[in-house]
């Protein structure tokens, strides 16, 4: 197999335009080489690619097509990049909206967050001659981060209040009837007919893309086969280059070529994690045995003080009903956890139950559609909204303790609270 | 991007009135300076901020009318009806049969709650009529009686009932030597609650706003009219529609969040002043041009020198030289000083808006050391003339603007205080000695800040 260097730019910008489509969604064309290959980099890293071969490539795009073609099939293998290709590209005729209730795995949500890159490269503001922020400034960007917050609230409710007259003006009209009613774009092409064959186009276009999908879903072993000789020969290339070998072992695990580091580099890392593990075991142990101990003082402390017998058993029906509430809680989450979904879903809108929404081939599940009405999400959020600022309160508290134990220990210095409302 | 209005009082009711109507004939007016297509995007922007559709075809105002007499509530709404060209929906009032004596403690703590279920009720029907509600305007004046104590608790429960939108409050600041003797304490004890529960406190001195109409509009006899006439022509040049960016092709949809964003993010500086250029009687207007240059220049210095119009500004008063350290810069009870700012926001309607330069705004030297002027200073633009002004220009100021009247009202307000003068009026409401102390306190740390700059 010849090498040729002229691939390699070429190859380049065929990872930033599929990458960016993941990624944002939409190529900039007039980015040079140079920002084209830095981002391409910059993904792979986020997805953990670890070859330091590849991240050494110049930034002028003129060599590297052997390593360009591990990285493409290492992203088909690892992020399913075709399927995430499709779906991002996926005509969309239904109403949707994306699910997330935050208790799903970090992976996903921060899929989400890291959608939009732009954020990532640029660097917040010098901070000019001193080293240090004036805390108002960052009084005044977080003020100005709640009111951007607030507007996109407004946007939210804006979109939603226009989507249910939508669907009330349009309800008893759509053919299929568990639906029942019309979606933004199926509206939109009544009231203008001619677009439909804007529609048919894409409509037409995603057919053949899935065509073709399924074309190399059954070359797609040869594919592999073919890589693996690319990695032998690679092997072999690494052996006759270097006497003393950072051996890459072959695996042969799910006919995918992994990001191949060195063994030893390996080995160390795992040491290091191992010995990371255990000095984080030995301190969770002493943080245990500390609030035991503590927990056993206030325990002791408590019964001191409550001997009135009214006293007692007041305080012990408070804990009872604390933990009933909690106890409570814990059986809805444990019997609702086949709902907790994330993602895109469909939105449909029924009368008896008012908004109920459909899941989506997102999830692996062969099972049924899944049903969730909406009013059962919102009770849930709910009641985590409720969880989490009875924490935020109690940590003002001990903020609040805090500083007056501060102040005490202050002379001629007090501090006055904002005004209760 | 609606807004609705909540008009609280005699004084929010009257205003209120005269606000609706300089928008209305700004929106007919045929003096737009500006194609077809951007005259009818403004119409369209302005018509639904301000008014919903109905049957009849006359545009109705968004609006809530609060007020404990009967008197000027039915007043406002005849004479918008006569008008013609816009009116209130007359179900969108509160009022009671008799007054109540002119007591702030009175109507926050008894008219307030009392009322508060049938007055929400009013504004959650308006909120509702909106596809998009971008926030709240109320409209009072701070030193009367029940208007400012009631409208106190009216926007505690905007607050609490609409916890994500934007709230402006603006507030009529009293004439220093006015009517009511306990006008100091209605005016603190209004400031510091509004300063909670509001986004935004936009301020308008009776003082500054009677000069303007005796020196620029040449009124002999000044009434309440003329006044409110002049502070409704400041409040539409601030809120009719403009392109809040560079480049913008519509015209925003989110006038009460930009105008936040862009002037009030630091919870401790929600005092906002606002200054009009040109402001001239009608007569005048047509014999007068202006350039831009021009125009800019007297704003910048009634920014720079804390002039309440474009007569009578001190040339003299220059920005400091960088590096002086704050305590280098006078204190409040000094003579005219240099006025610090902390962000500005300037808008600009009329002909050749694309040509103006507002590069001296956006001098460091003008604003405090922690911000630099990239995030201090916005500026929006809109090529339709407004009411007649072949070109004007508006000013926004989160600045010092409001130190010294501040500190006036509160020094004499903590006199009083001090000999316990009329507190027994409060009192026997529910307002107590520590409620004031509290008032007192938190106004105190506004000052501070704002004089720390």
Redesign the interface.
Known sequence: MVWGTRLSPELWRLLYSLLKQIHEGGCTKSDTIDTQIRFVKSVLRYHGYGRSEFYQLPSDGSVGSRELLLAFSWLLHRINLLEQLLSVNRVKIRDETSLCTGDSKLGECGDNLLKSWKGMTELAPEPGLKNEVDIRYLQWLNGRLRFQWRSLHVDYQEQCKLLYKIHVYTNGSHMDQTVGHFSVTETDLIRQPDNYKQLMQLLESETSRLEAFLEWKQLEPVYWQWMETVLDTMVEDVITCSAQDICSKKTTLANAPLCYCSADNIVEEIDQLTKDLVILGDGLCDVVTCKKSEWHEKIKGRERELLDEKEFSEAIGKIHEAVELKLSELKYQCAHKKNKMHGPCRLVFKDKHPASKMGFGRSRAKEALMNVSASELINELRMKEARLEKELKQLQEECRHKLTEVVDGMDSMICIPPMKR | MSVVTVQLGQCGNQIGHEVFNAICSDFHSTHGLCSKKENESYQEACKERFFSEEKTGVPVARAVLVDMEPKVISQTLSMAARSGCWKYDHQSHFCQKQGSGNNWANGYSVHGPRHKDAIMNLVQKEAEKC????GFFTVMSMAGGTGSGMGAFVT?CLRDAFP???ILNQVVWPYGTGEVIVQNYNSVLTL??LY??SDALLVHENDAIHKICAQLMNIKQISFRDVNRVIAHQLGSVFQPTHTSEGAVRYSR?PL?DL??SL?????FKMLGLRNIPQMSENSLAYSTFTWPGLIKHLRQMLIANAKMEEGINWQVRPPLPGLPVSQKCSPSRAPHFNTSIANLVILRGKDVQSVDVGGFRDAALYT????PQ?AFNVWKTPRAFNKYEKSAALVSNSQFLLKPLDDIVGKAWNMFASKAYVHQYTKFGIEEEDFL??F??LE?VLSSYASL
């Open positions: 596809d998009r509600l971008s505690q994500a939108s934007f510091s609650h909670q529960s989110n969040g936040m964003e009030v993010p630091h919870p401790e050391s922690w911000l630099n995030d509290d008032c306190t938190a740390q």
